[in-house]
Nanobody, 115 residues
Framework: QVQLVESGGGLVQAGGSLRLSCVAS????????MSWYRQAPGKEREIVAH????????TYADSVKGRFTISRDNAKNTVYLQMNSLKPEDTDVYYC????????WGQGTQVTVSS
């Protein structure tokens, strides 16, 4: 079955950086566009970055454009999110999923940015 395992989150000061990873299994990873999402308690899950299956094109939410970079390694079934110049408002649980999204989600990885 589909498994998505996110990691790399943590506590960082404002202005710092983190690199998130998501290892996927149970489907042909290289055939699927992938996205990173984030969700705060009581809020809707929002997409922050998207990458097509070949990795040649990426898109970003306005709130992270210029600070976050999504990339992928199809040989490792892994998608990454490099997050620089982090702000307190980036504090959320971060998830990955394919597009179209699978019904099952991973456990996410908590990112906390202190001011």
């Amino acid at each position: 079955q589909v498994q998505l395992v996110e990691s790399g989150g943590g506590l960082v000061q404002a202005g710092g950086s983190l690199r998130l990873s998501c290892v996927a299994s149970g489907f042909t990873f290289s055939n699927y566009p992938m996205s990173w999402y984030r969700q705060a308690p009581g809020k809707e899950r929002e997409i922050v970055a998207h990458i097509i299956s070949t990795g040649e094109r990426t898109t970003y939410a306005d709130s992270v454009k210029g600070r976050f970079t999504i990339s992928r390694d199809n040989a490792k079934n892994t998608v990454y999110l490099q997050m620089n110049s982090l702000k307190p408002e980036d504090t959320d649980v971060y998830y990955c999923n394919a597009y179209p999204r699978f019904a099952s989600w991973g456990q996410g990885t908590q990112v906390t940015v202190s001011s």
